[in-house]
T-cell receptor
Framework: DQQVKQNSPSLSVQEGRISILNCDYTNSMFDYFLWYKKYPAEGPTFLISISSIKDKNEDGRFTVFLNKSAKHLSLHIVPSQPGDSAVYFCAASVGDFGNEKLTFGTGTRLTIIP | ETGVTQSPTHLIKTRGQQVTLRCSSQSGHNTVSWYQQALGQGPQFIFQYYREEENGRGNFPPRFSGLQFPNYSSELNVNALELDDSALYLC?????????????FGPGTRLTVL
């Protein structure tokens, strides 16, 4: 039972344009959502997070939007840069106390075309 | 401040054998979580250790076991290896009481079971 889903295995975007990565979840108990970025031969690196009490969180070029009624979140990267090429994982947890089990999606490989 | 390290980087075993994977936590972190990432999938939670005690377990059989030591380093042991155990094994350390986004992942150990 895939509780966190990323339906696009891959996405290609021109440098300078906006990249939009999508994620859906089914477990209504999830109240904290995170995006991780993963380069080959490295572990996932935290990118940005959002609590269920918010609908938007912004950090520089990265913005995460949460639509609780639709159980959907998205990550916007603008402008996209070649260094953004990586696999992006959406993750969710119940609580945000620092040691919660993370449930991950299957990832979206983002390729930025120069 | 040192990051999370894992050893070995790669490992090849045969079906039925046993394996031990190691993780050194980020300095000051007393919680370690282990995840299994199969090819084309997102990381799946195996279990977590907090102050040397198991503190939550995912849907993995008992042949997956772990240890955490007083210095907070950790081991993941897998007995009676099966072909499906071939995966990237990730550990993540964290410090409870801080936000979830401070789970720091190591680079992983790639296990191949033949």
């Amino acid at each position: 039972d895939q509780q966190v889903k990323q339906n696009s295995p891959s996405l290609s975007v021109q440098e300078g344009r906006i990249s939009i990565l999508n994620c859906d979840y089914t477990n209504s108990m999830f109240d904290y959502f995170l995006w991780y970025k993963k380069y080959p031969a490295e572990g996932p690196t935290f990118l940005i997070s959002i609590s269920s009490i918010k609908d938007k969180n912004e950090d520089g070029r990265f913005t995460v939007f949460l639509n609780k009624s639709a159980k959907h979140l998205s990550l916007h990267i603008v402008p996209s840069q070649p260094g953004d090429s990586a696999v992006y994982f959406c993750a969710a947890s119940v609580g945000d106390f620092g040691n919660e089990k993370l449930t991950f999606g299957t990832g979206t490989r983002l390729t930025i075309i120069p | 401040e040192t990051g999370v390290t894992q050893s070995p980087t790669h490992l090849i075993k045969t079906r039925g054998q046993q394996v031990t994977l190691r993780c050194s936590s980020q300095s000051g972190h007393n919680t370690v979580s282990w995840y299994q990432q199969a090819l084309g999938q997102g990381p799946q939670f195996i279990f977590q250790y907090y102050r040397e005690e198991e503190n939550g377990r995912g849907n993995f059989p008992p042949r997956f076991s772990g240890l955490q030591f007083p210095n907070y380093s950790s081991e993941l042991n897998v007995n009676a290896l099966e072909l499906d155990d071939s995966a990237l094994y990730l550990c993540a350390s964290s410090l409870p009481g801080t936000a979830t986004d401070t789970q720091y992942f190591g680079p992983g150990t790639r296990l191949t079971v033949l």
